[in-house]
């Protein structure tokens, strides 16, 4: 299964299928705590398309975060704020990576193929980044549409505007 709330021009199409799972990913999480198959777990990484999209994420977080002593990564593009993100933020066990790709609306809109903002994304980060400034990681994926000096120079002064300088990049 695989939800995306974006379509990137750089993005295998499979993510951005709006395929929900066909089984219970809740039960199977059960399933493998009562085997002891998460004994030892040391991270868990959520991606595959926008995890925070998903039916369960919130409550698939705190069960694993109950259940295991892991470390979560988080691979989300951000357009959606999530408590369960922060939360993970806050207890030291999270941390999210996110790729912007853009300094301006319009090729952030060109490249990550919705309208529904840079500001967006980055307002989101920078809540994350009040929380723990280190727990976040900025990326910019260059490709021969967003590399032009100018959207570089947007995005570090978008960067700054947003509070996101002590993050990682």
Known sequence: HSVCNMRCSYCDEKYYGKKQPTYNIKQLVKQLYTSGALCGLQTIVWGGGEPVVGKEFPALVNLLTGATSARHRFLTNALVYSGAIADAIA????TITTSVDAGTEEKFAKIRGTVQGLERVLSNLHSYAC???HAVTV??????N???YRELWHFKDAAIKHGLRHCNF
């Open 91 to 94: 207890s030291g066990r999270g």
């Open 131 to 133: 929380i723990n400034p």
């Open 139 to 144: 990326k910019y994926i260059l490709t021969e």
């Open 146 to 148: 967003n590399m032009a």
